[in-house]
């Protein structure tokens, strides 16, 4: 889907500059590409994105439910279970995250186009 938005051409926008900061924050794009397969508790969250503290992680998570990425679910257990995944915003991600993927492996490891 593609609008006059989209064009890379006129000034930058703040709605693009308030994205582009949000889903640019170090661990955030770690955090919703692990959140793509599906729901997640904070532990695995901490497991499956190496080097990210706890501390980092629970400000990011606030920041995206802040934002509407995702959303939070408590489920009334003992022990509480709390689970984190994407919502419909979140989701619409996905297409801008593969191409960073596919823009990393081409570009980001230092390999040259073929």
Partial sequence: MTSDRSTLEGPLS?????????VGKRWTAAIIWALFHGHRRFGDLETVIPGLSA???????????????????VFAETPVRIEYRLTEKGLGLRAV?????????????GQQPS
Avoid: I
């Avoid at 596919?102 to 490891?109: H, L, P, S, V």
């Fill in 14 to 22: 703040p709605v693009f500059l308030e994205a582009s900061e949000l």
């Fill in 55 to 73: 501390r980092t992680l629970s400000t990011r998570l606030k920041e995206l439910e802040a934002a509407g990425v995702l959303e939070r679910h």
């Fill in 97 to 109: 995250m593969a191409a960073l993927a596919d823009w990393a492996y081409q570009w980001a490891a």
